[in-house]
């Protein structure tokens, strides 16, 4: 595709229930990065993906938080046991290389009721 | 901790008149990016400036960057009502080489018809 698809662009789910969040990075895009941001903040940095390894999970916020990249490409953020305050944007970003431009999706709107 | 900081955290100013957004940073960067997002969704990338650069522009932007204050501005000359939006610095840790690029909180720009 041309840029950068996240699905589905809206969630609404009940408290406890799991959630499955999806990247589409542009193609050829080594690295994919995953970011939150809660109404009027900024982003909150929370898994970074080089190829298919993450070298750095430092971000995710609790046990519940899981991600994967198969096949260097699609990327799923599983948030198990969903509570409110996971409510936010979740947005998806990819970029030829780690320090490159990154190109941002439109992100996932989740919120926890 | 946040790598980057965007000061002032709002601004409210005239069309016709110039933006200044200032962003600073506490460790070594391989280069530093500012970003616009407009409506709380996916970022556009603006503009890059590379460690050894001082000064780069783009159509009515100019950045500049001081690797000694660790520091970086974001102007907008002549700014149009198009222009408000929320602007983010990010820059990309040299301290190992899987660090990740790291988004500050942002400025929020209004710019008045």
């Known amino acids: 595709g041309a840029g950068v698809s996240q699905s589905p662009s809206n969630k609404v789910t009940e408290k406890g229930k799991d959630v499955e969040l999806r990247c589409d990075p542009i193609s050829g895009h080594t690295a994919l990065y995953w970011y939150r941001q809660s109404l009027g903040q900024g982003l909150e940095f929370l898994i970074y993906f080089q190829g298919n390894s993450a070298p750095d999970k430092s971000g995710l916020p609790s046990d519940r938080f899981s991600a994967e990249r198969t096949g260097g490409s699609v990327s799923t953020l599983t948030i198990q046991r969903t509570q409110q305050e996971d409510s936010a944007v979740y947005l998806c970003?990819?970029?030829?290389?780690?320090?490159?431009?990154?190109?941002f999706g439109q992100g996932t709107r989740l919120t926890v009721v | 901790s946040q790598q980057g900081e965007e000061d002032p955290q709002a601004l409210s100013i005239q069309e016709g008149e110039n933006a200044t957004m200032n962003c600073s940073y506490k460790?070594?960067?391989?280069?530093l990016q500012w970003y616009r997002q407009n409506s709380g969704r996916g970022l556009v990338h603006l503009i890059l400036?590379?460690?050894?650069?001082r000064e780069k522009h783009s159509g009515r932007l100019r950045v500049t960057l001081d690797t000694s204050k660790k520091s970086s501005s974001l102007l907008i000359t002549a700014s149009r009502a198009a222009d408000t939006a929320s602007y983010f610095c990010?820059?990309?840790?040299?301290?190992?080489?899987?660090?990740?690029?790291?988004f500050g909180p942002g400025t929020s720009l209004s710019v008045i018809p």
């Open positions: 400036i590379r460690s050894n650069e």
């Open positions: 970003a990819s970029s030829f290389s780690a320090d490159g431009e990154a190109f």
């Open positions: 460790t070594s960067i391989n280069n």
């Open positions: 990010a820059t990309f840790d040299m301290k190992t080489s899987y660090d990740k690029v790291i």
